[in-house]
């Protein structure tokens, strides 16, 4: 059985895609751009949120780069209140962590989302004892898919890289993963489609959390 299962956190632990549409269309909205669609929301999440906010004024019409930081600073605000908007579990991942932790897994939780509203919103959904580390995207760490902040997961928890499941929705994830020589599990439930996690590499491809548990008692 693996002993360290670190998973991220937007479409993988919980479905979190109203609380970014919310948040990057009220942006907009305060810059006097139009809104966007949540489909084209859902593919630009994954690289973190300057990454989000980039593509997301492009979307809008706003071509140039020259009002980034001016969205980053209202996006960044608005997504602190709004975080944890509509944000549920998905179906089966309560009972899965849960088990593993039973079983004498740690557990873990890796984002490149801002590292506050990570902690708020893996608190507030599962509580603040289900997850023995939570990590967001935070100043002197690399954001994913580098390898660093899940390496140190393993050093801190005293386990090593290949006996260390990663599992995420998209190829970023996969990426992390991979990079961190840990075996990589892509969920299909998630903000990325089954070809892209196949395309991305990942060892397995997982359609209910059931089939998680499967594969980490093996």
């Not at 873990?108 to 004892?129: C, I, M």
């Amino acid at each position: 059985m693996y002993r360290l299962c670190i998973f991220d956190l937007d479409g993988t632990l919980a479905d979190t895609l109203d609380s970014l549409v919310i948040s990057v269309n009220k942006t907009l909205k305060e810059m006097g751009l139009s809104p966007i669609q949540a489909e084209r929301c859902r593919q630009f999440v994954g690289n973190g949120a300057r990454v989000l906010m980039e593509k997301s004024l492009l979307e809008a019409g706003e071509p140039t780069p020259r009002r980034l930081d001016e969205a980053m600073e209202i996006y960044g605000r608005i997504f602190d209140e709004n975080c944890t908007y509509h944000v549920v579990p998905y179906e089966g991942v309560t009972e899965l962590l849960q088990d593993l932790k039973q079983e004498g897994c740690k557990l873990a939780v890796l984002s490149n989302k801002p590292h506050r509203q990570t902690v708020h919103v893996v608190e507030s959904v599962f509580g603040k004892d289900m997850f023995h580390r939570i990590q967001g995207q935070r100043e002197g760490i690399p954001r994913k898919p580098d390898p660093k902040a899940a390496l140190q997961f393993a050093e801190e928890l005293g386990v090593l890289p290949e006996d260390t499941v990663y599992i995420g929705d998209s190829e970023v994830d996969i990426a992390t993963g991979t990079n961190a020589h840990m075996m990589t599990i892509g969920v299909e439930w998630g903000f990325r489609s089954r070809a892209i996690l196949q395309e991305a590499g990942a060892a397995h491809i997982v359609s209910t959390p059931e089939e998680i548990r499967k594969l980490i008692r093996e």
